[in-house]
């Protein structure tokens, strides 16, 4: 008996110093930036530049953008958790030559930015890069279109509750953050621990705009079944688009953003260059 209760303390320690450990690191799990500074490359010959967009704690972001040609609709693309603007410069030409004014806003920390990421940090980035489209551009809802990536899909719908937009458009999206961690880590009581709740499912309620999920049914990293739910907790109009064969990181590759772009078509009266 002396041993079994001892060898429950182990266990019981073990799994405290586990769940700790979870605590403590777990903004590194859930942020992955690449904190080198991304290179235009070829962008700068289709007109992207290098803007600084400033968030209202005062944190300057690097940031790309490419002013829309006349009339165009501008997307304003949120990624996801990992890497940094120049992991998405070939979505970031697609979208350009398509004829789309187009803005991928870098998170702080991310990308040679200063500060930390955090869930009220990314919503302030996200912030900045609406006020300067809106405020500084002039650009009205019926031509702003914003875009989502995995994490950046809980940013990107918590952006659209703040101004009125002509579309929502996200890829690979989950629906609490606190859903998206049981998955992987189901002995963890992650409702309790979690610092940052990126709870898209109840934001996406208060959405006034057309939604489009696209997601991979061979999603590992965020099931396709809190896609679905996203979409089903939406407001009409509303739009799934669920490859059999996609995963998380390779939806482009299925056909995504030729979904996404005839989205825009549709929901922005936009002519795309390319066909």
Do not use: C
């Amino acid at each position: 008996m002396r041993f079994a209760l001892g060898g429950l303390a182990a266990v019981l320690l073990l799994y405290v110093l586990v769940i700790g450990g979870l605590y403590l690191g777990q903004r590194s799990l859930l942020y992955v930036p690449d904190r080198e500074r991304p290179p235009l490359g070829a962008l700068a010959e289709l007109g992207v530049r290098e803007i600084t967009l400033t968030t209202a704690d005062g944190v300057p972001l690097l940031s790309w953008y490419r002013p829309p040609p006349d009339g165009a609709p501008v997307l304003v693309y949120f990624h996801g958790n990992g890497g940094h603007l120049g992991y998405r410069s070939n979505r970031m030409m697609r979208f350009v030559q398509e004829g789309l004014g187009v803005l991928m806003p870098e998170y702080r920390g991310y990308g040679g930015n200063p500060g930390t990421p955090t869930e009220t940090g990314l919503y302030a980035d996200a912030a900045a890069a609406l006020d300067f489209i809106v405020g500084h551009e002039g650009i009205a809802a019926n031509r702003l279109a914003i875009y989502g990536e995995s994490l950046g899909s809980a940013v990107a719908v918590h952006a659209a509750t703040t101004r009125k937009v002509g579309a929502l458009i996200l890829e690979a999206p989950f629906t609490t953050l606190a859903d998206a961690a049981f998955y992987h880590y189901p002995f963890v009581p992650v409702s309790l621990l979690l610092l940052d709740r990126f709870d898209a499912l109840t934001a996406i309620r208060a959405v006034d705009a057309p939604v489009l999920v696209l997601q991979g049914e061979r999603d590992g990293v965020v099931p396709i079944r809190f896609g679905r739910s996203l979409l089903a907790a939406a407001h009409e109009p509303k739009e799934g688009w669920f490859s059999s064969e996609a995963g998380h990181n390779d939806l482009s590759r299925f056909g995504a953003l030729d979904v996404a772009l005839g989205f825009i078509e549709r929901r922005l009266g936009f002519q795309r260059a390319a066909q």
